[in-house]
């Protein structure tokens, strides 16, 4: 008798401390039954949600909530997470919200007060964005004048002029990277126009011809007869850079195959070379800013080292993932693959 009382209040001290923990998380936690009702929460759920104790024990959170981002995601239900959501009651406060699956159909909502990483990122994204706007203009008067500068007249400076105006070019186009990323991480949304591909695929064969000046052999296979839903600005800008990774990094005589086709879930664009292909360490850091496996190779190509973060901010924005397969020495395969959701029927009888 006596040792079942004392294992009673042992269990019972453990059960408050648990409690006494939980409440005392500086992140937001409450527990939800399978109606979505309170059962209980702690004191950081007070501060960040707005809950109120006892009053909101047994209200449906999604009601009490309201209008709010948060209460709208917990309403549409079909997402885990929630990144960065504005605080109900406080749109200074951004949150980072889980909701975890746990017991018999029960949920246990986590959100963290993510304001000052959030407030740091924007920080970030307007310093490089400034900064790019300001190198703007001097970069094109620099350019202007060496343009207007005639090697004829000063053989001796030649090779240096030649030297200073693809420096100056190669900055530029940093310059305008960057300015590219920058506007697609404030991108929200995007216009949702129809690209046509069948002239696109052709664009992108002729840059890739013109880029190559007869160096590889180039093939294009249209087999999807699809047209895309997105930005056509910033597709074109996507493809082309994978086109021009491909013509930039395979050596003479090689092929690029620009492909367009159909797959189970919708379709892929893929560009394959026969190039010098990636060591498999480097492939996840590809999309990385600045990101090059020889540098020296990059450079010496004309590269900035920015082509596929913008590769990949673009498909984000399109919900379409990169996919890179590759073997040293052998060649790359770079693949786009776009929901059934981002496809169109061609107009007319496309070819
Ligand atoms: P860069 O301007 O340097 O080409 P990217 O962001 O376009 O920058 O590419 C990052 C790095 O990925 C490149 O520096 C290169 O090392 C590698 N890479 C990209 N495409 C290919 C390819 N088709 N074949 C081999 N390496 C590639």
């Given at each position: 008798m006596n040792g079942d009382r004392s294992r009673a209040r042992r269990l019972l001290t453990q059960l408050r401390d648990l409690r006494d923990a939980a409440a005392a998380l500086s992140d937001a936690l409450v527990l939800l039954d399978?109606?979505?009702?309170?059962r209980w929460f702690n004191r950081a759920a007070r501060r960040?949600?707005?809950?109120?104790w006892p009053h909101?024990?047994?209200?449906?959170l999604a009601d009490r909530l309201g209008d709010s981002e948060l209460g709208t995601w917990l309403r549409e239900g079909d997402q885990a997470v929630a990144d960065d959501v504005a605080a109900p009651g406080g749109q200074a406060v951004r949150l980072h919200v889980e909701a975890i699956p746990f017991g018999h159909d029960r949920r246990l909502l986590l959100a963290r007060d993510v304001s000052r990483l959030t407030r740091l990122e924007q920080v970030r994204r307007d310093f490089v964005a400034n900064v790019s706007h300001e190198l703007r203009t001097p970069l094109t008067v620099i350019h202007g004048y060496l343009e207007l500068l005639d090697p004829e007249d000063v053989p001796a400076l030649a090779p240096v002029l030649k030297e200073m105006r693809a420096q100056s070019q190669r900055m530029g186009q940093i310059v305008e990277d960057l300015l590219t990323l920058s506007r697609l991480e404030m991108?929200?949304?995007?216009?949702?126009?129809?690209?046509?591909?069948a002239p696109l695929l052709a664009t992108l064969r002729r840059e890739a011809e013109a880029l190559s000046h007869g160096r590889h052999r180039i093939a294009l296979e249209d087999q999807a007869h699809a047209d895309l839903l997105g930005s056509p600005k910033d597709l074109h800008s996507a493809f082309s850079n994978l086109v021009s990774n491909a013509v930039r990094y395979t050596p003479e005589h090689g092929s690029i195959t620009i492909r367009w086709r159909r797959t189970r879930n919708g379709a892929e664009y893929s560009v394959t070379d026969t190039g010098y292909g990636i060591p498999a360490e480097h492939i996840a850091r590809l999309?990385?800013?600045?990101?090059?496996?020889?540098s020296s190779r990059s450079r010496a190509t004309?590269?900035?080292?920015l082509g596929l973060s913008i590769v990949k901010h673009v498909l984000n924005l399109h919900h379409a993932q990169l996919r890179i397969e590759s073997e040293p020495g052998k060649g790359s395969t770079f693949t786009c693959a776009f929901d059934a959701a981002r496809l169109l029927e061609a107009e007319g009888d496309a070819g």
């Amino acid at each position: 008798m006596n040792g079942d009382r004392s294992r009673a209040r042992r269990l019972l001290t453990q059960l408050r401390d648990l409690r006494d923990a939980a409440a005392a998380l500086s992140d937001a936690l409450v527990l939800l039954d399978r109606a979505g009702r309170v059962r209980w929460f702690n004191r950081a759920a007070r501060r960040l949600l707005g809950l109120e104790w006892p009053h909101d024990l047994n209200a449906v959170l999604a009601d009490r909530l309201g209008d709010s981002e948060l209460g709208t995601w917990l309403r549409e239900g079909d997402q885990a997470v929630a990144d960065d959501v504005a605080a109900p009651g406080g749109q200074a406060v951004r949150l980072h919200v889980e909701a975890i699956p746990f017991g018999h159909d029960r949920r246990l909502l986590l959100a963290r007060d993510v304001s000052r990483l959030t407030r740091l990122e924007q920080v970030r994204r307007d310093f490089v964005a400034n900064v790019s706007h300001e190198l703007r203009t001097p970069l094109t008067v620099i350019h202007g004048y060496l343009e207007l500068l005639d090697p004829e007249d000063v053989p001796a400076l030649a090779p240096v002029l030649k030297e200073m105006r693809a420096q100056s070019q190669r900055m530029g186009q940093i310059v305008e990277d960057l300015l590219t990323l920058s506007r697609l991480e404030m991108q929200q949304r995007l216009p949702e126009e129809r690209v046509p591909m069948a002239p696109l695929l052709a664009t992108l064969r002729r840059e890739a011809e013109a880029l190559s000046h007869g160096r590889h052999r180039i093939a294009l296979e249209d087999q999807a007869h699809a047209d895309l839903l997105g930005s056509p600005k910033d597709l074109h800008s996507a493809f082309s850079n994978l086109v021009s990774n491909a013509v930039r990094y395979t050596p003479e005589h090689g092929s690029i195959t620009i492909r367009w086709r159909r797959t189970r879930n919708g379709a892929e664009y893929s560009v394959t070379d026969t190039g010098y292909g990636i060591p498999a360490e480097h492939i996840a850091r590809l999309t990385e800013r600045f990101y090059r496996v020889s540098s020296s190779r990059s450079r010496a190509t004309g590269g900035t080292g920015l082509g596929l973060s913008i590769v990949k901010h673009v498909l984000n924005l399109h919900h379409a993932q990169l996919r890179i397969e590759s073997e040293p020495g052998k060649g790359s395969t770079f693949t786009c693959a776009f929901d059934a959701a981002r496809l169109l029927e061609a107009e007319g009888d496309a070819g």
